[in-house]
């Protein structure tokens, strides 16, 4: 496993326990993160405390979340893994979907390096 391949296991394993200390120590100050939901953008935030913040909200939603990697693909300085998500929805949303009610779905994530530094993140479902 490369060094970049350690660094995203970590951000995962951290996703996976709520962890947004750990989540967030290999990100620049300087993070730009983007969530992109059936080919639209529904949320982009720029730099390390708006990230932290949307990662502490996040929290609340879900009662139990994974992510497991099923591939990953390095080209240059981005890395992509593919993922399968699991998750128990905490609270109601607005959308209709109720306390209790379980996700699962497919998506992709792209992390962009400097160095060993993550810069950006683009999640893709």
Partial sequence: MDKREKIISSYIQAY???DVPKMTANFSDKIIFTNIQ???TSMT???IEEFKKQAELAKTYFSERQQIV???KHKGEKSQI???YYGVLAIDFPNGMKK???IRLNGTSIFEFSEDEI???T???
């Fill in 16 to 18: 996976n326990s709520f």
């Fill in 38 to 40: 059936n080919g639209e």
């Fill in 45 to 47: 935030l720029n730099g």
């Fill in 70 to 72: 099923k591939a990953i």
């Fill in 82 to 84: 593919e993922i399968e």
């Fill in 100 to 102: 209790g009610q379980e």
């Fill in 119 to 121: 810069i950006k993140l």
């Fill in 123 to 125: 999640d893709i479902s």
